[in-house]
């Protein structure tokens, strides 16, 4: 890992990324405007019927907002890994696949610039936190950092290890709305997890994203319950979740050089 | 030391065979064309010089580094001109220079002073702020240039060079191309399937259906093709080439529409011929051999269908 060959271009890819991002602004819209709309339309749907287990008075809007989160540094982590199919069918990929780059820097780079799109763009949603009734603890906000870094990062390595093999976006779009907004679905953010035996139960326990909803939510100050894990397991197998979609990732990047 | 030094190159797709057993050997400092029609390997070939693929069998040494065991040095030492430009066209050209630059470990003043270098010589300082996808072709070639040479490698690969390119931006790179070789003595290797633009290089490499048909100068594969080529114009390529091969002697290779036949004394066959079968023969051109000429006599087959 020498600082020539790994961090700058690391660092090249990474700043790339963020200014190709700011320069498209519908991006940063299109990343933001769908799951606003999901979290008003629905949560003025089912507000009204929202009764979470255990009792407590929370409103939809408030339950919601941890899960519009993860939705948004979804769609952010997507967009933003989607352009490696656009890198490889305009070229660029070939560029930065005949430079001396460690494979590991051509996904740490990716994955940096996704997780600072990602992070940037949740930390643009928390301004509507009043009007959810959200509120950061103090105290958490260290928490809260790492839950929004660590579910940014496992997000854009989702998307990457779809992208990278793919060779269209509408294969990607595919994958998206089986896979990845299933995981989402299954995860807390929609609704409690159910308690006890039951698929979903399992499902959602599996479910990696389950993990960066329960952190994200517990560190914005809700009392854990019996639906979702605690807050430093949370973050715990987030990171794990973060380690093995990178350490995925640059075998697929090494792999891909060597056959195709 | 060679610059290139490939042997028993073996690629296959699948159940086909792209390349069979590939031997080449470039000495530094050579301009070498890779002439092929496509789907000849050259491409596959090119990729494999590049590190972008490995070979299922055989050596591929590149600026005396292992192609196959040691991509990443490999890839120090070349620069790459790709027939689609691996531009970022949001950025702006500075912006790619520069990360271009980074992806071959250059930074701070070191690299802007060779970006300033390099678009003085490319003739860029006037487009180094505009978005790439504002500029023309030729335009966008020069900075994907300008991009490859910024580490100074010592080997420059240009897949298709021409393509895309109108005659003014064509001549424009072949004058850089010369420019660089009497300069720092660069190694240049680029495939074509044109054959005015690989009767350029110091040594053509003949290829067609993944094999290396013939290695030499254009001089000599030119000579050996004979003084005079004849060609004829026909509706009949079967009852000329019969006339030109029972009457005359040659060895003709009837095409499409045409026969082609390397002959001396070509005018005088022109006149027995137009005699013999006036009614077959629809024109007769003669003229001096051309790559093409001689890809036709190696492989049977025309240089561009």
């Known amino acids: 890992m ?17 200014v190709r991002f700011l320069r498209q602004r519908n991006r940063i819209f299109s990343a933001l405007v769908t799951p606003l709309v999901f979290w008003v339309l629905l949560g003025a749907g089912f507000s009204p019927s929202f009764r979470p287990e255990g009792g407590g008075k929370v409103s939809y809007l408030t339950y919601f907002f941890p899960g519009t989160l993860v939705l ?103 994958i998206m709305n089986v896979v990845l907004m299933p995981l989402w679905m299954i995860s807390g953010a929609l609704f409690p997890l159910p308690v006890g035996n039951s698929v979903i139960g399992w499902l959602g326990a599996l479910n990696p994203v389950t993990y960066g909803v329960a952190a994200i939510r517990q560190s914005l100050g809700d009392q854990p319950t019996a639906d979702m894990p605690a807050l430093g397991l949370s973050l715990a197998v987030t990171a794990g979740f973060c380690a093995a979609t990178f350490a995925a990732s640059c075998l697929l990047v090494a792999r891909r050089r060597k056959v195709a | 030391m060679d610059a290139v030094a490939a042997s028993g190159i073996v690629k296959k797709f699948g159940d086909l065979t792209v390349l069979h057993g590939l031997d080449l050997a470039i000495p530094r400092g050579e301009l070498f064309a890779l002439l092929g029609p496509n789907g000849s390997g050259k491409t596959t070939f090119f990729r494999i010089l590049t590190t972008l693929i490995a070979p299922d069998a055989g050596s591929a040494v590149v600026g005396g580094q292992d192609a196959v065991g040691d991509p990443a040095a490999v890839r120090a030492k070349i620069g790459v001109v790709f027939q689609s430009p691996s531009l970022d066209k949001k950025l702006t050209v500075r912006e790619n220079l520069a990360y271009g630059g980074a992806l071959y470990g250059m930074h701070g003043s070191p690299l802007a002073a060779r970006i300033a270098e390099l678009s003085g010589a490319l003739r860029l300082e006037d487009k180094m702020d505009r978005l790439v996808e504002t500029l023309s072709g030729g335009q966008q070639r020069r900075v994907e240039i300008a991009k490859c040479l910024l580490a100074r490698p010592e080997i420059l690969l240009l897949d ?35 054959m005015d633009e690989s009767a350029r290089a110091d040594r053509v490499g003949i290829m067609s259906d993944g094999r290396l048909v013939r290695v030499d100068t254009p001089a000599a594969l030119l000579a050996e093709a004979g003084p005079e080529i004849l060609r004829v114009a026909t509706v009949d390529a079967m009852r000329v080439s019969e006339f030109l091969k029972s009457q005359c002697g040659l060895a003709p290779h009837a095409l499409e529409g045409e026969v082609r036949a390397s002959a001396s004394g070509a005018h005088a066959v022109c006149v027995r011929l137009t005699a013999a079968l006036p009614d077959a023969v629809g024109s007769t051109t003669v003229s001096k051999p051309t790559l093409e000429d001689v890809f036709l006599f190696q492989t049977g087959k025309r240089l561009n269908e």
């Open chain 1, 2 to 18: 020498n600082d020539t060959y790994y961090w700058r271009p690391a660092a090249a890819l990474w700043h790339r990324d963020i």
């Open chain 1, 72 to 174: 948004i540094m979804l769609f952010t982590a997507i967009f933003s890994t989607i352009s490696v199919i656009e890198d490889r069918r305009e070229g660029f990929l070939q560029g930065v696949l005949v430079a001396p780059v460690a494979p590991g820097a051509i996904v740490l780079g990716k994955f940096l610039g996704g997780t600072t799109l990602a992070v940037g763009q949740a930390a643009l949603f928390c301004v509507l936190a009043p009007f959810a009734g959200v509120t950061f603890p103090l105290h958490l906000l260290p928490a809260l950092a790492a839950a929004f870094v660590l579910v940014g990062f496992s997000m854009t390595g989702l998307g990457f290890l779809v992208a990278w093999p793919m060779d269209s976006t509408q294969g990607f779009h595919a």
């Open chain 2, 160 to 194: 298709e060079p021409s393509t895309g390119l109108d005659p003014a931006a064509r001549m424009d790179l072949w004058s850089l191309v010369a420019s660089l070789r009497a300069t720092h003595g660069m190694t240049v290797i680029f495939t074509s399937h044109l």
